[in-house]
């Protein structure tokens, strides 16, 4: 089982590239997250899914765009980036079905914005 | 509004001391999950113990136990008689029950936890 895939694991840009992070998970998750994790602090939520064609803002959605046009992919775009965009970015899935069971993450993207 | 809060964020012990990370969390649901992770120096989450709000009896999972207490909105996390490994960033999270938030979890900023040798 891979779990939850995310690609690519390092990435630089300059200020005002636009990239797109991939998730993917083979779990048939109905839920789908993204999150970024800044130093000293916790996870923030970006963007998140409850299932495919369904997405809603996190806490910090400025800046990114996301769809979920499959169960297994959750792709994250950064439209303009920017160095507050200077992050490690983790993508989770979990079961859904009003479950709430724990959140499988993925290794993480840490990301750089020159 | 959900919000979880670990007031210690940095602790520091001796191999073999028992250490408590505290977590305190506020919600408006009657029905809730609380989690814990664990995130050790290479980075990856990984997860520790699931809790719903209708659960409140205490867990002992080996040297790692959990103390649930609804009335005083804390689900804290013992390690007793810590070891080096157990050095990481420890999170607590929070996610409501129903479906238009359901999919969203919050997190705590963490507790780094140091086990000096």
């Known amino acids: 089982n891979a779990g939850v895939t995310q690609t690519p694991k390092f990435q630089v840009l300059k200020t005002g590239q636009s990239m797109t992070l991939q998730c993917a998970q083979d779990m048939n998750h109905e839920y789908m997250s993204w999150y970024r994790q800044d130093p000293g602090m916790g996870l923030r939520l970006i963007h998140y899914?409850?299932?495919?064609?369904?997405?809603d803002q996190g806490e910090v959605p400025n800046g990114y765009n996301v769809s979920r046009s499959t169960t297994e992919d959750f792709p994250l775009r950064l439209l303009s980036a920017a160095p507050s965009q200077t992050s490690v970015y983790f993508c989770a899935s979990s079961y859904g079905q009003g479950q709430n069971t724990e959140a499988f993450f993925g290794q993480g993207t840490r990301l750089t914005v020159v | 509004a959900q919000k979880v809060t670990q007031a210690q964020t940095e602790i520091s012990v001796v191999e073999k001391e028992d250490v408590t990370l505290d977590c305190v969390y506020e919600?408006?649901?009657?029905?809730?999950?609380l989690f814990w992770y664990k995130q050790p120096p290479s980075g990856e989450l990984v997860f520790l113990i699931r809790r719903n709000s209708f659960d409140e009896q205490n867990e002992i999972s080996g040297r790692y136990s959990w103390n649930f207490q609804k009335s005083t909105s804390s689900f804290n996390f013992t390690i007793t008689a810590s070891q080096v490994v157990d050095s990481a960033v420890y999170f607590c999270a929070l996610s409501e029950h129903y479906n238009t938030n359901a999919g969203k979890s919050t997190f705590g900023d963490g507790t780094t936890l140091t086990v000096k040798p």
């Open positions: 899914s409850v299932g495919a064609g369904i997405t």
């Open positions: 919600t408006r649901d009657t029905t809730y999950y």
